[in-house]
């Protein structure tokens, strides 16, 4: 296992369309983390996982926006009718539940939406 | 609300310079604290951490006191090499077991000149 990964890297989509992002935890973490990091800020929290329930959102995940981990592995992130302000790089963690907050995180995707 | 404020950047140092990079925080309960680093082209890595008052947390030859007093977590390292140029991110968890999703600050480009 080589750590979390996220498929595809780089996206680039015209404004309306929808794009879904992938992303492979480490196979033993139980929690999974979506974030969002524009250019010169922090990474702000998305989402989260616990296994297969999606058990916190952050009011940042607007009604196009929408994630899945079915059976507790690799997760999805939708969104929908893309916006130029969704320009960003998307990046998901994994932790497992000993350590929860020790999140080992993937290269990100970084969405364009032109 | 819980929030990580960061001296801004960027630093820019020559070589086996000492770096400081100051960093407060705000949080409701006890927040664990934690240093990321990105580099140029790569994913957030954990750098160091600690989990309450008084812990220091070190690793590669950087280290980060938590202060409770002070509600700070300032980075330092003796002695900087070109290979440290990268940003570096301050944050917190909340340990309340819910998601303890980190709060990052908005980070602090470092650049090491030879």
């Known amino acids: 296992d080589t750590g979390v990964s996220q498929d595809p890297r780089h996206k680039i989509t015209k404004r309306g369309q929808n794009v879904t992002f992938r992303c492979d935890p480490i196979?033993?973490?139980?929690?999974l983390y979506w974030y969002r990091q524009t250019l010169g800020q922090g990474p702000e929290f998305l989402t989260y996982?616990?296994?297969?329930?999606?058990?916190?959102k952050s009011r940042l995940l607007s009604d196009r926006f929408s994630a899945e981990r079915p059976k507790g592995s690799f997760s999805t992130l939708e969104i929908q009718r893309t916006e130029q302000g969704d320009s960003a790089m998307y990046l998901c963690?994994?932790?497992?539940?000993?350590?929860?907050?020790?999140?080992?995180f993937g290269q990100g995707t970084r969405l364009t939406v032109v | 609300g819980n929030s990580v404020t960061q001296m801004e950047g960027p630093v820019t140092l020559s070589e086996e310079a000492f770096l400081t990079i100051n960093c407060t925080y705000t949080?409701?309960?006890?927040?664990?604290l934690f240093w990321y680093v990105q580099y140029p082209g790569e994913g957030l890595q954990l750098l160091l951490k600690?989990?309450?008052?008084?812990d220091k947390g070190s690793n590669k030859g950087f280290e980060a006191t938590y202060r409770k007093e002070t509600t700070s977590f300032h980075l330092e390292k003796g002695s900087v090499q070109v290979s440290d140029s990268a940003v570096y991110f301050c944050?917190?968890?909340?340990?309340?077991?819910?998601?303890?999703?980190?709060?990052f600050g908005k980070g602090t480009k470092l650049t090491v000149n030879p």
């Open positions: 949080a409701t309960g006890y927040p664990s």
């Open positions: 944050a917190l968890s909340i340990a309340k077991g819910g998601s303890e999703k980190l709060v």
């Open positions: 963690a994994s932790s497992y539940w000993t350590d929860p907050a020790e999140a080992f």
């Open positions: 996982f616990q296994n297969e329930a999606q058990l916190e």
């Open positions: 196979s033993e973490h139980n929690r």
């Open positions: 600690a989990t309450k008052a008084d």
